[in-house]
């Protein structure tokens, strides 16, 4: 089924969720995933919310590792 931002946000007040997990994998192929309180879950599907990513194997190095959450609204699931 295909979601959209507004769909997602329906959801997560409906079902009063209060934490969002997303996962994502490395450039070795290794899952990772983040915990993100619902208030900024807005931020991530506009692609606002930043991250530090230089705890990722793979990703930059320090000074160049300030990465964006970017929610792919069609993988959201409730657990």
Same mark, same amino acid.
């Given at each position: 089924?295909?979601?959209? %931002?507004?769909?997602?946000?329906?959801?997560? !007040?409906? $079902? !009063? +969720?209060?934490?969002? %997990? $997303? =996962? #994502?994998?490395?450039?070795?192929? +290794?899952? !990772? @995933?983040?915990?993100?309180?619902?208030? =900024?879950?807005? !931020?991530?599907?506009?692609?606002?919310?930043? #991250?530090? *990513?230089?705890? +990722?194997? *793979? #990703?930059?190095? +320090?000074?160049?590792?300030?990465?964006?959450?970017?929610?792919?609204? @069609?993988?959201?699931?409730?657990?």
């Amino acid at each position: 089924m295909a979601y959209t %931002r507004n769909d997602v946000l329906h959801f997560v !007040k409906d $079902l !009063k +969720i209060r934490f969002i %997990r $997303l =996962q #994502f994998a490395d450039d070795l192929g +290794i899952s !990772k @995933n983040v915990a993100i309180s619902v208030e =900024q879950l807005e !931020k991530t599907l506009d692609g606002e919310l930043m #991250f530090d *990513g230089s705890c +990722i194997e *793979g #990703f930059d190095r +320090i000074e160049e590792s300030e990465m964006y959450l970017r929610t792919d609204v @069609n993988t959201f699931a409730v657990f």
